[in-house]
């Protein structure tokens, strides 16, 4: 068992010449290895043998995650896997798509387990109408338990959803929502391709409040084109006072030779790093005075959301939803280039829809990709997920794991935390290390010194920026 004495009201602190002192690509650490280590080598009999080891037999809760992969519009900063389209029986298609790879799997899912999370992602998962998805919960329903306690969430375009739509989400079961809203700003939403009414998001979430939803969390973006700390003034105090239980703030990295939506946005009106950097500070400082609490990478809450409490309890949990409070239960992906966690194992679906499709009606799993994780692997994910989440390590919790002493396995990393220390990101003590205030924020670059394959530069992966 593992003690935690992580100080419930220890605030962070921004060292803006740190900040920028430090590299400023990395991966976000939603999974250990991270994706660009998943191969084709792993497919669906590896994934069905590790179904059939971890799941059958037990009565295990279990998180799902299914993604819709519809918008209506683009949105022109995206990087996300969607497709465009205003044709509502597109979804109709893909839900037949669905039922088919649920019935798939419900062999090898060794019966109806409790469901302690589920999270619909997308694209834009309210793309689906009501009776669509009324159709998905029981489709849900079908093959898993619903539980009163579970952590139903669902991430919210609030463009097209009115005040019913949400009630009609509370009765099905949802109750978190994570609201986009991105930036209030007129300028900022034409040059995006995003034109958002505070109306409309107010009705959203107030209907939300009323129809039982335990958190609203808001999604933010700073970095996008036009923006200044004048201009997200506005739109942070609006924001603000829609209250919301959560707040990210995530930054834009404009990478358009990626990214081609990003083609349409004017490089000529995207902040530089030093205006982004005075963003940053701006809305973090104003957070903190505003008595939200840094969770860790992006995110913030109120000090009694349940996200803070686990902060403060060391209790809480990162997955590929970001944070979060359950036990970290074996995820199921469904869907489109759905990427799931069973066991030691990752898998992702097809990413192209016409692959996915092909898949399940030659009958088969759509598994485009995985990873088996080995013990190294196991030992590193495990280490990383409490840096992410505790901001402190006990050495001795490792070393069973590693068969020596954690200096002797971890023999390439401590002249690193030698060099972190100086820096003052992180306080070295006799049998652990404590991540600083000033440390927090840059997190991910802590936990990237325990990174095996970005040490052995056996990754391509091009990351987002760390802040
Ligand atoms: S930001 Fe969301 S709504 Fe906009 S294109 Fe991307 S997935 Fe769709």
């Known amino acids: 068992m593992k003690t935690f004495t992580i100080a419930p009201t220890q605030r962070i ?31 669906q009999p590896e994934y069905l043998q590790t179904l059939e080891t971890v799941l059958n037999g037990n009565r295990k809760p279990v998180s799902l995650y299914l993604h819709i992969p519809f918008c209506n ?19 109709d298609a893909y839900l037949d798509y669905l039922e088919k790879e649920f019935a798939l799997l419900a062999p090898h899912l060794g019966g109806r387990h409790p469901l302690a999370q589920l999270h619909f992602g997308g694209g834009t998962p309210t793309f689906l109408s009501d009776g669509q998805l009324e159709r998905v919960f029981s489709l849900i329903a079908r093959h898993f338990e ?32 994570s609201v986009g809203i991105q930036d209030f700003d007129p300028k900022v939403q034409a040059a995006v391709n995003r034109i958002q009414s505070v109306e409309e998001t107010r009705t959203v979430i107030d209907a939300a409040r009323e129809a039982g ?34 707040l990210a703030l995530y930054h834009y990295a404009h990478l358009p030779h990626i990214f081609k939506p990003q083609r349409r946005i004017d490089t000529a009106v995207v902040p530089s790093s030093e205006e982004k950097l005075d963003i940053l500070q701006y809305a973090v400082h104003l957070l903190d005075e505003k008595g939200y609490v840094f969770i860790g990478m992006d995110h913030f809450a109120k000090p009694e959301d349940e996200l803070a409490k ?9 997955n590929f939803q970001g944070y979060s409070t359950h036990a970290d239960c074996d995820l199921i992906a469904v869907g489109v280039s759905a990427i799931g966690k069973v066991g030691h194992t990752y898998s992702q679906n097809e ?23 080995n013990d190294d692997d196991i030992l590193r994910r495990e280490l990383i997920q409490d840096l992410m989440c505790r901001f402190e390590l006990r ?73």
Request: hydrophobic residues 35%.
């Open 351 to 373: 990413k192209d829809l016409e692959a996915y499709y092909a898949a399940l009606d030659e009958g088969r799993l759509p598994v485009l990709r995985g990873y088996t994780l």
């Open 73 to 91: 519009t683009i949105c022109y900063y995206c990087g996300c896997n969607k497709i465009i389209t205003k044709d509502k029986s597109r979804a």
């Open 395 to 467: 050495f001795a919790d490792y070393e069973t794991a590693a068969g020596r002493p954690f200096a002797e396995y971890f023999a390439a990393e401590m002249p690193e935390l030698g060099n972190l220390a100086e820096q003052g990101l992180i306080e070295l003590e006799e049998g652990g290390l404590r991540v600083t205030p000033k440390g927090r924020f840059v997190i991910r670059n802590i936990a990237m010194v325990f990174d095996y394959h970005l040490r052995h530069r056996e990754t391509t992966a091009k990351y987002s920026q760390t802040v």
């Open 213 to 246: 939803f335990k958190s609203v969390s808001v999604d933010l973006i700073y970095g996008l084109p036009h923006q200044s700390v004048e201009s997200i003034k506005p739109t942070l105090e609006t924001v603000l006072s829609l209250d919301p239980d959560r």
């Open 13 to 43: 602190e921004f060292d803006r010449e740190l900040i920028a002192s430090l590299p400023s690509s990395g991966p976000r650490y939603t999974s250990y290895p991270t994706a660009d280590r998943f191969h084709n080598g792993f497919r």
């Open 310 to 318: 686990a902060l403060a309890e060391g209790r809480l949990q990162r």
């Open 146 to 177: 619903l539980v009163p306690d579970g952590e139903y969430s669902i991430e919210i375009d609030p463009r097209k959803v009115s005040r019913d739509n949400v009630h009609h989400l509370g009765r099905l079961g949802f109750n978190r929502m």
